[in-house]
């Protein structure tokens, strides 16, 4: 047991009926929160209402509202991973992989990351806020993966593997950030639109600078 849990009040608090850990349910809820709302509005009250638990309950785990900001975001991303982990690796082609994860990432649009990032950013340490940019890049890594074996079997053409993810990776971002502000718009067709434009570029048919 580390020092923080070791120094706090005896009895460590109950799983719910579900045995789902407490520790997972308030990460959850509070990165709901968080998505939802950006980092300034939630307190750590708030949390505790929506978990039905004391805030105690929610310092036995983590020490103030920057650490379990860091530890929601991450586990959130963390989850985003998996899911996209899960779709890279199914027999699809690579068109209609990326096209699913978009689909994935809009079906859970909330606020613009960057902006809640930006927001929290005078309240986290150093530490605390390269734990999210790694979680991130986890996501970039794999994505440059499955870009450079498609690279390699000649059904993409060569180039920075990486600088792929990323650009994918923002594209999705817009079109999420679209979803959110266009909520009463049909956006059906959205994932897909996003991935065209990533695919296929906006040129009607190939193009040389003269």
Not at 100 to 112: P, R, S, T, Y
Request: glycine letters at 4%; proline letters at 4%; charged letters at 25%.
């Amino acid at each position: 047991m580390d020092k923080l849990h070791a120094q706090r009040a005896p009895g460590r608090p109950k799983q719910n009926e579900q045995n789902i850990p407490l520790q997972e349910i308030i990460l959850r809820q509070a990165a709901f929160l968080f998505m939802e709302n950006g980092y300034e509005p939630v307190t750590l009250q708030q949390i505790a209402k929506i978990c039905k638990v004391t805030k105690a309950s929610i310092y036995y785990y983590f020490e103030n509202k920057a650490e379990l900001f860091t530890a929601s975001v991450v586990f959130m991303i963390q989850l985003a991973h998996q899911s996209t982990l899960r779709y890279l690796e199914e027999k699809d082609d690579l068109r209609t992989r990326l096209e699913q994860i978009a689909k994935a990432k809009m079906m859970h649009a909330h606020v613009d990351m960057e902006t809640m990032l930006r927001e929290a950013n005078p309240h986290l340490s150093e530490e605390q806020f390269g734990r999210i940019r790694k979680a991130e890049i986890d996501i970039h890594i794999s994505l440059a993966k499955h870009f450079q074996f498609a690279m390699d079997q000649g059904s993409l053409r060569s180039g920075d593997a990486m600088f792929l993810a990323h650009a994918f990776s923002a594209l999705v971002m817009l079109g999420s950030r679209k979803h959110v502000i266009e909520h009463n718009t049909p956006q059906e067709d959205l994932p897909q639109t996003v991935v065209d434009l990533f695919w296929d570029g906006i040129a009607t048919q190939p193009q040389h600078r003269k």
